[in-house]
T-cell receptor, first 115, second 119 residues
Framework: AQSVTQLDSQVPVFEEAPVELRCNYS??????LFWYVQYPNQGLQLLLK??????LVKGINGFEAEFNKSQTSFHLRKPSVHISDTAEYFC?????????????FGQGTTLQVKP | SQTIHQWPATLVQPVGSPLSLECTVE??????LYWYRQAAGRGLQLLFY??????ISSEVPQNLSASRPQDRQFILSSKKLLLSDSGFYLC??????????????????FGPGTRLTVL
């Protein structure tokens, strides 16, 4: 069975500062990894995904994440945040062998960007 | 391109009343479909998923049920709502695996959600 832990429930940061949102996963098999963003009262939008290959993945809105197999981590980073990045961020993992396509989500991290 | 619709966008219902939330997907065929719930201040809880017409898997026992009467239609229902059913309901879809045994791409695409308040 897989699980996902997002280590910070809330991350406050000032505008134009760098940010890292942490995600660790547990799995006995290879996994696919995802980061989603949710703005208030909206659905989830995919930021980026790791399926295979290069461990540094670039996504939309200037975000990137690095897959670290030895540390079972997939931390999300942005070098300079904007007020508009204020949102809930979810890390998720799935089993590539699964026919159901089920995702296991972390509990989410609220990014609060202050002016 | 593919799109996913949910309605209604918001709903206020009294305790004990029935519920029907609808989700439809356009631009793809044979998708996997999912219903999630977000309670206030909490993460996503997978309620149901479906890999085909009439095939429904329940993740947690509860007051809700799901049905898939058509390939791209997914319905969430309840006969009698409870206060604890309040929340933000999200529908999602993903591609089905193209070859037996290879699994699906697993990336899920989410609808805009329905805000349900039970009073």
């Amino acid at each position: 069975a897989q699980s996902v832990t997002q280590l910070d429930s809330q991350v406050p940061v000032f505008e134009e500062a760098p940010v890292e949102l942490r995600c660790n996963y547990s799995s006995s098999v290879s996994v696919y990894l995802f980061w989603y963003v949710q703005y208030p009262n909206q659905g989830l939008q995919l930021l980026l995904k790791y399926l295979s290959g290069s461990t540094l993945v670039k996504g939309i809105n200037g975000f990137e994440a690095e897959f670290n197999k030895s540390q079972t981590s997939f931390h999300l980073r942005k070098p300079s945040v904007h007020i508009s990045d204020t949102a809930e961020y979810f890390c998720a993992v799935s089993d590539p062998r699964s026919n159901t396509g089920k995702l296991i989500f972390g509990q989410g991290t609220t990014l609060q960007v202050k002016p | 391109s593919q799109t996913i619709h949910q309605w209604p966008a918001t709903l206020v219902q009294p305790v004990g009343s029935p519920l029907s939330l609808e989700c439809t997907v356009e631009g793809t065929s044979n998708p996997n479909l999912y219903w999630y719930r977000q309670a206030a201040g909490r993460g996503l809880q997978l309620l149901f998923y479906s890999v085909g017409i009439g095939q429904i898997s329940s993740e947690v026992p509860q007051n809700l049920s799901a049905s898939r009467p058509q390939d791209r239609q997914f319905i969430l229902s309840s006969k009698k709502l409870l206060l604890s059913d309040s929340g933000f309901y999200l529908c999602a879809w993903s591609l089905r695996g193209r070859e037996r045994g290879r699994g699906s791409y697993n990336e899920q695409f989410f609808g805009p959600g329905t805000r349900l308040t039970v009073l």
